[in-house]
């Protein structure tokens, strides 16, 4: 393995280690107001990272807002493959005007600018973290969708396939014992795409101030408040700043290197 890609699942598994013992590893309470010590610099004794602008604990939101932004990639991410891959899987099976509907479907989302949509969803029914999960599920759902139908149809026109069928085994087994397990490594590549894609977009929403709302945090929303304070305390926007950078870049150069290993033609 490269050292980037160690690197890259080192940090990746940090992040979910961090996730997973936020309430153990933050020293207060996201939020524990210390009014006394606003916008403290870095280094300060009590906040390692610095306080915001009412005096809460820098340190202790990151750590929330990695669990926060995390769960909700990882949520989206498991929804758009599980719902583009039934959606490809029924386009595959049943053909005809059910591929037209599937298709057809899959070209308007490709269309449709997703921040726009998901701007107008929130601003109606307001935020939420479940509708936020929800609402990012149905980004790059279509990709997952092509992937399947097609890697179905190719299957399904091998040996193995045709005499499973034969066997008299039920489209519902044929597709969950034998073809998924065979398309699997191309749709698991895919999601080490969308993923930092949606841990970009829950951060921009958030930065608008449609993603997650106060007093819970994420990265995006801390990005977004601490952008008033930049020039007098950038220690409150740069440590999440960071945080995504380097999030994302692991994720999509750990994306590479599987599907260099997983893609079979490029041995």
């Known amino acids: 393995m490269p050292l980037l890609v160690a690197l890259s ?43 915001d602008e009412i005096g809460r604990d820098v340190l202790s939101r990151l750590l929330q807002s990695i669990r926060v932004s995390l769960v909700i990639a990882f949520g989206a991410t498991l ?11 029924l386009a595959a099976q049943f053909r005809g005007w059910v591929e037209n ?48 139908r097609g890697l179905a149809i190719s299957a399904t026109a091998q040996g193995y396939a045709a005499a499973v069928i034969q066997l008299g085994a039920t489209p519902r087994r044929l597709y969950l014992r034998h073809i998924l397990p065979n398309v699997a490594s191309t749709l698991i590549v895919s999601m080490t795409l969308t993923f930092p894609e949606i841990i970009l977009m829950e951060s921009g929403l958030s930065f608008l101030g ?30 999440p700043s960071v945080i995504i950078v380097l999030t994302t870049l692991a994720i999509s150069l750990l994306g590479d290197w599987l599907r260099d290993r997983l893609d ?4």
């Open 79 to 89: 929804l758009s493959a599980l719902f583009g891959t039934v959606l490809g899987f």
């Open 101 to 148: 509907v599937v298709m057809a479907m899959a070209d308007f989302q490709a269309a449709l600018p997703f921040m726009i949509m998901a701007l107008s969803v929130l601003a109606f029914f307001g935020s939420s973290m479940w509708l936020l999960v929800c609402l990012m599920g149905f980004y790059g759902w279509e990709r997952y969708a092509r992937i399947a």
């Open 264 to 267: 079979p033609t490029a041995r």
């Open 210 to 239: 449609l993603g997650v709302q106060p007093p819970q945090t994420s990265l995006g929303n801390m990005v977004g408040f601490g952008r008033e304070y930049l020039t007098r305390a950038p220690h409150i926007m740069l440590a």
């Open 9 to 51: 699942a080192g940090w990746l598994m940090l992040m979910v280690v961090v996730a997973l013992l936020a309430d153990v590893l933050r020293p207060h309470e996201i939020t524990r107001m210390d009014l006394m010590a606003r916008l403290a610099p870095m280094g300060t004794p009590g906040h390692l990272l610095g306080t």
